[in-house]
């Protein structure tokens, strides 16, 4: 008995030796089409926990730079720490990893509401409703929801006029196509609830998200796809045909969070071919507020007007304090569960690192991305645009 326990302790040491060496760097070691396993992000964590990366992440000073502000952050900082620079990480790791967690740890209890439990589906932001707008009797969403911020910035957008006016005429009949739409737990809110007769197509290039998306919410309405290198991206084209689809969405999708750039451009151009003439382009994020000024410069270059225009930077604040209970118990939920934690002097510090990380991707309060919709550097917005006739 003793010796197969030494030869499997044998195996699992040379397992992760294998996968320290090939995936220690969880920033950058995994694609698209990744989809992890629990012992995988276990081993994963564990490596990452002994490599010089977490010293490296530690140390970092992010730089946020735009036409007339810039801005330093420590990542070690109390607060507004937690940052790290857009080259230093690939979105596809980031990404396979988030969702592969958010899968394994399953059903979580909210603190201080016996009975609700929910699993974490929603990456987004959100907004808190500030303004008696953003409850729209169109987008119904409980306070006791523990992730009602997120689906109230995707109902936002029916608070357009214009398109209530389009949804009117068609009796609600639209064809819908989100990019970039994670887990699809938004795309499943607005078919459900908001846009109720419409036929939705969610997007996302992450495979883990897409199988997420599936278990969960496709049905009839919702088709959930994966393009694994991304919309207009090495000829990511959305599987629609030419001016056949009325509205398409992103919501805190991970584009222009720099400048409207070659990728921005290749994405709105696949949404101006699959829109009818007169279809929307709804778009709503947290990004810098010069990006914000590039899109409305660049979008009306290539057939789009802006409709309507909505600053909900303080609503999205409010919505990170209110959601700070949450957050918390997921990053209680994460250090419970990963083992690398525990190791004797690496896993306190690599759990402070990896959980920083975290919250600072969730705009967590006390994190740098936090701090930037404070002070205004981003700008948490929600836009309609229309496709010329």
Not at 146 to 167: A, D, I, T, W
Not at 233 to 255: F, K, Y
Not at 325 to 346: L, Q, S
Request: glycine residues 8%; contains cysteine.
């Amino acid at each position: 008995m003793r010796a197969v326990t030494i030869g499997v302790l044998l195996v699992l040491c040379a397992a992760f030796v294998k996968w320290a060496s090939d995936s220690s760097d969880i920033l950058n070691g995994f694609t698209s089409h990744t989809k992890l396993s629990d012992w995988q992000i276990q081993l994963g964590v564990g490596a990452f926990c002994v490599s010089p990366l977490v010293s490296k992440v530690a140390n970092t000073k992010e730089h946020s730079a735009t036409e007339n502000t810039t801005y330093e952050y420590d990542f070690g900082a109390e607060y507004g720490g937690g940052g790290i620079n857009e080259g230093e990480y690939d979105k596809a790791s980031i990404y396979a990893i988030l969702y592969a967690m958010y899968d394994h740890l399953g059903q979580i209890k909210m603190p201080g509401q016996k009975d609700t439990t929910f699993e974490f589906t929603f990456n987004t932001w959100g907004i808190a409703p500030i303004a008696p707008a953003t409850t729209h009797a169109g987008n119904p969403v409980k306070e006791t929801d523990p992730q009602r911020h997120g689906k109230n910035s995707y109902g936002y957008f029916v608070n357009s006029p214009e398109l209530q006016k389009r949804l009117a005429s068609v009796d609600g009949k639209v064809s819908i196509v989100e990019i970039g739409c994670g887990t699809g737990a938004g795309a499943n809110h607005l078919s459900k609830n908001v846009f109720t007769k419409s036929q939705y197509m969610a997007i996302d290039m992450q495979a883990g998200a897409i199988d997420s998306c599936n278990r969960l919410h496709a049905s009839d309405r919702l088709k959930c796809v994966h393009i694994p290198t991304g919309v207009g991206n090495e000829g990511g084209a959305v599987p629609q045909a030419d001016n056949s689809v009325d509205i398409v969405i992103i919501l805190e999708t991970h584009i222009a969070e720099q400048q409207i750039g070659p990728e921005e451009k290749a994405i709105f151009a696949e949404i101006t071919r699959i829109l009818k003439p007169g279809g929307y382009f709804l778009w709503g994020n947290a990004l810098p507020t010069d990006v914000w000024y590039q899109a409305e410069a660049y979008l009306p270059t290539i057939g789009f007007e802006t409709v309507n225009r909505w600053n909900n930077t303080k609503e999205g604040v409010l919505a990170r304090d209110e959601d700070a209970p949450r957050v918390a118990t997921i990053m209680n939920a994460i250090d419970e569960h990963y083992m690398a934690f525990k190791i004797p002097y690496f896993g306190a510090t690599c759990s402070q690192v990896l959980l920083k990380l975290v919250r600072n991707f969730y705009r967590d309060k006390g994190t740098a991305m936090y701090d930037k919709m404070v002070v205004g550097y981003d700008s948490y917005m929600h836009y309609v645009f229309q496709l010329a006739k």
